[in-house]
């Protein structure tokens, strides 16, 4: 590259040094590079989904009932005769709506813990922080306590859940918002508040409730993926659609808000509006996901950090990433809560707890991280 | 491929930048009682800078460098005053058009999120960004990697391309964060002090890099230091302020005096002359000089 002279007379008389000295060095294989990021993203999205596909068919054969590949071969591809095949009930009844619970349920938890990490500029940061879950728990238990666990069809506990969700959101972001802002410290802040609150008022609410409620309220809160009703996968389904949707349109502008809330203002973001979408679709989401499986909790946090680890902290590719990382965690992690103790079962809050919990001590004994929001 | 992808190609007769009665303060209105003047952080400013200059803020800690850099990028809103950015009212320019027209250099970069330098450089396409149903993520298109591609270059971070921010140096972090401000295609580049933690080494880089740019795309930029002597060496002009308000504006032959710096600073200087260029140069006095001084002062 030939260094133009200097278009206009400098200003400055006689400067000290003559700037164009400086050559001007030019990097070649930038061009290429470009051209493979575009690709390489089309190719870790292909990668993850065939992975996800195998996942699925591998969680479809264990159970508490074991398949052989010939029967889960004929089930799947509907070619055996008669529709009171035991094997076709198992995989299309059974275990085929909990898989994609768990598919559903780990994605948006996974989404909404990598796009919050990036609000807050916080790479431990997690779903639950934002107080929501503990609301929806609150909410089910006193559904709960009421007798409103079976009414609607047994869709009065996730029902009273995600209503309670609902209540917290619009408290914490009460708490957090002023003059039309919504201030990230403030933010973590009403979360804790509200967590604390939730906590207290639960243990209230249990400590009055009858034996038989008092077990389905526990059994609920350590999460848990079994039997989902269509309505409740449908409902899952579409929020997490539409929050991949509106997520990764603001995934740029995540990526500018992680390196600095001032500069990514300067560059023309609009961060209270970016602010304010992510958090209300990340905490309607999980109000969405707590409400129907319970605390599930590090997947959020986990699997995030994983993603940023193995392909970089880019969001347009770490949010979808997370998603089918998250769906394929939980998945799995919930074929083995189904199949290690069989006929009985692990939560599989538990599962991931005991995964995550290490994961999370060794990051923190590996890695500098700064605790500010 | 020449450096006229990073030329702005607007061109008008005005100001680049027109401040009047600028007022400005943190928090709200109801926390300070009306006649709480200590809570200003700028107050009354007025003061003009024309295309093509480069103009240095000066000023003691807490006299309101940084918030006044921070108004004119419009990144908090003033209570009172007009900022006029090549003529046009800032507070009714959009953030975006803005951001086409300002770039704004933040002190240091630190984050806990690793990107490439590449990504970072290609976020200050950010304000030229093409959505739309086909491109839901946004991706860059060939001219943002040209106009990158050319920032790099002039700020010499080219083969640091595919490394991680966290791994560079101060000074190579500064050069990228300086690629990303020039990605933006600015008309007026603002910095809060570049050379801030650098070496003398990198001092050096970065001013050497910031005249290039001045020269070869006739950009305004407007620098916040607490180098006087660098301020001094580099700047057409030198604002001076002093509890957010403006002391003096004007060439460093006139406004880097001991008197002017005395006042401001409140401790005595020297001053002399550079010995390569001959403009101001500023040096604490001698432990017996300071003596000296402060009792002729007294008398």
């Not at chain 1, 972001?173 to 009403?190: D, E, K, N, V, W």
């Not at chain 2, 702005?8 to 009306?34: I, K, M, N």
């Not at chain 2, 250099?105 to 990504?119: A, K, R, T, W, Y």
Request: charged fraction near 15%; charge should be neutral; proline fraction near 6%.
């Amino acid at each position: 590259m030939t260094v133009h002279p200097p278009p206009s007379q400098t200003t400055l008389s006689d400067p000290p040094m003559m700037a164009s000295s400086v050559p001007l060095r030019k990097y070649e294989g930038l061009a290429s590079w470009q051209a493979l990021r575009a690709r390489r993203w089309y190719a870790v999205m292909g990668l993850m989904i065939f992975v996800t596909c195998g996942a699925i068919v591998f969680c479809l054969q264990f159970g508490a009932h074991a398949l052989t590949m010939a029967e889960l071969w004929s089930a799947l591809t509907f070619s055996t005769a008669g529709n009171e095949d035991v094997a076709r009930v198992i995989i299309w009844d059974i275990r085929f709506p909990r898989i994609l619970m768990g598919l559903f349920v780990g994605a948006s938890l996974a989404i909404t813990g990598a796009a919050l990490q990036a609000l807050v500029r916080n790479p431990l940061a997690d779903p639950y922080v934002l107080g929501i879950s503990s609301g929806a728990a609150l909410g089910a238990t006193i559904g709960l306590a009421l007798g409103l666990g079976s009414i609607v069809g047994g869709l009065g506990l996730p029902l009273c859940a995600f209503i309670g969700g609902g209540v917290s959101i619009v408290l914490v972001y009460g708490i957090a918002a002023s003059q039309g802002r919504l201030p990230m410290h403030q933010l973590l802040l009403a979360g804790v508040i509200v967590n604390a609150v939730c906590s207290a008022l639960m243990m209230f609410a249990t400590s009055i409730l009858n034996p038989a409620s008092l077990y389905r309220v526990v059994l609920w809160l350590m999460g848990t993926l079994n039997a989902p009703s269509m309505p409740a996968l449908i409902g899952t389904g579409s929020c997490l659609l539409i929050a991949i949707v509106l997520l990764l349109r603001e995934s740029q502008a995540l990526n500018l808000l992680a390196v600095g809330e001032d500069a990514a203002r300067s560059l023309g973001v609009d961060s209270d509006r970016v602010q304010r979408t992510v958090f209300l679709v990340s905490a309607v989401l999980t109000g969405a996901v707590v409400s129907v499986s319970g605390m599930i909790g590090f997947v959020g946090m986990v699997i995030p950090h994983l993603v940023r680890i193995l392909c970089g902290s880019d969001h347009r590719l770490l949010l979808p990433v997370s998603a089918l990382g998250g769906g394929i965690l939980l998945m799995v992690a919930d074929t083995v809560a189904r199949t290690v103790v069989a006929p009985a079962e692990i939560p599989v809050g538990v599962i991931t707890a005991l995964i995550g919990g290490p994961f999370f001590i060794y990051l923190l004994m590996t890695r500098k991280y700064r605790f500010i929001a | 491929m020449s450096p006229q992808a990073l030329v702005s190609t607007v061109d008008t007769p005005l100001p680049a930048l027109e401040v009047r009665q600028l007022s400005f303060r943190y928090g709200s209105v109801q926390s300070h009682p009306p006649g709480d003047r200590a809570a200003w952080v700028i107050k009354g400013m007025e003061f003009t800078v024309r295309q093509g200059e480069i103009v240095g803020v000066i000023g003691p800690n807490g006299s309101g460098k940084s918030s006044l850099l921070k108004l004119l990028a419009k990144l908090v809103r003033p209570q009172a005053g007009t900022i006029r950015l090549f003529g046009a009212e800032l507070g009714a320019l959009s953030r975006e058009s803005i951001s086409r027209q300002v770039a704004y250099m933040p002190q240091d970069l630190s984050s806990d999120f690793p990107f490439s330098v590449l990504d970072m450089v290609l976020m200050g396409r950010f304000p030229y960004r093409h959505g739309g149903v086909w491109n839901l993520v946004g991706w860059e298109r060939r001219e943002d990697l040209t106009v990158a591609e050319e920032a790099m270059a002039q700020t010499d971070v080219g083969h640091l391309a595919n490394r991680m921010v966290d791994t560079l140096s101060a000074g190579e972090r500064q050069r990228v964060l300086l690629a990303r401000a020039l990605a933006q295609v600015p008309r007026v580049l603002m910095l809060d002090e570049p050379t801030a933690h650098l070496d003398l080494n990198h001092q050096l880089e970065v001013c050497r890099i910031l005249q290039r740019v001045h020269e070869q795309l006739q950009m305004t930029v407007l620098l916040v230091s607490h180098d006087i002597n660098l301020a001094s060496q580099y700047c057409d002009r030198i604002l001076v302020m002093k509890q957010g308000a403006v002391v003096c504006i004007g060439p460093p032959q006139d406004v880097i005096h001991p008197r002017v710096l005395t006042e401001v600073y409140g401790c005595q200087v020297l001053v002399d002359a550079h010995p390569d260029t001959g403009l101001p140069r500023v040096s604490l006095p001698g432990q017996d000089r300071h003596q000296t001084v402060a009792v002729s002062g007294m008398l």
